[in-house]
């Protein structure tokens, strides 16, 4: 491969939900400015497809996490094991 390649971005799957919703936040920008072109437009938006999903699976795991946080009888906050193996 030469120097001027371009690498590929890293698999979404692997980041982190800062890191996805950064690149997002990026590609979003990228479109509004309508500064680059069709091809180049349609594989960012695909990315950013992928990305969005893939914030909003962190997010829901991190919400499923959250309502494992019960309340008892009395009204005290208690935390059950949230069962996600």
């Known amino acids: 491969m030469s120097d001027t390649a371009e690498k590929s ?7 982190s939900f800062e890191a996805a919703l ?3 936040e990026s590609i979003v920008e990228k479109l509004e400015r309508g500064d680059v072109e069709l091809e180049e437009s349609i594989a960012i938006y695909e990315r950013g497809a992928a990305l969005k999903k893939h914030c909003e699976d962190k997010l829901k795991a991190a919400q499923m996490k959250v309502d494992k946080i019960v309340f008892d ?4 906050p208690k935390a059950e094991p949230a069962g996600l193996d």
């Open 22 to 24: 950064k690149e997002l």
């Open 9 to 15: 971005p890293p698999d979404v799957s692997t980041l």
């Open 73 to 76: 009888e009395d009204g005290a």
